[in-house]
């Protein structure tokens, strides 16, 4: 696994493959990121930097999330935003979805802080983010709790098209809770 800091991220370097129909009209498209221009495409892997842990993990129509708190001034708000505006202009290249919207998993907390919501990777019913704990060691998701400050690596493997509306889901891969306080 190859992990990017956030601030190191070359959105020109999000590509996304073939629309593929999953039900209806809605698709997925697979996500990808080149590190350089000839390089070759990859999953992108993203180290973000601290951030509190909102919400601690919650269960949606069989799913599983968490939301984190972030600086609306910061590297990860503007990461978020910056990943959505690469992937709209990126759907909007097929003659298909010319006339899609954006909406995401982003929302403000109050003047200073905004709120992200994560995925949490699943195999079958079974989570698969790792959490570490502030002494390095594999602890449960049960210790991952709200007010946590960690931080998180994410992954962007896929968007998608539901009823002409563009979005996409970053996966939780691992989360170093780097003390059990507020950040």
């Known amino acids: 696994m ?10 020109e370097g999000i590509t996304l493959g073939t629309p593929k129909c999953i039900v209806g009209k809605n698709f997925v498209l697979t996500a990808h990121y080149r590190r350089s221009y000839r390089g070759e495409p990859e999953t992108l892997i993203v180290q973000l930097p601290r951030c509190q842990l909102f919400t601690g993990v919650y269960e949606s129509e069989g799913k599983f999330y968490c939301e984190i708190l972030v600086p609306t001034d910061g590297i990860a708000h503007d990461l978020y935003f910056n990943i959505a505006s690469r992937i709209e202009q990126q759907v909007k290249l097929s003659r298909q979805f010319q006339e899609v919207t954006f909406l995401g998993h982003l929302r403000k907390a109050d003047m200073s802080q905004s709120i992200i919501r994560l995925k949490l990777p699943q195999n079958k019913s079974q989570i698969t983010t790792t959490v570490y704990s502030a002494a390095g060691d594999i602890t449960s998701l049960k210790d991952f709790v709200t007010g946590n400050c960690f931080v998180p690596i994410v992954a962007l493997e896929y968007a998608y098209v539901l009823n002409n509306v563009v979005g996409f889901n970053l996966l939780l891969k691992e989360a170093s809770v780097v003390a059990q306080t507020n950040c």
Do not use: L
């Open 2 to 11: 190859s992990v990017t800091k956030a601030k190191h991220i070359r959105y």
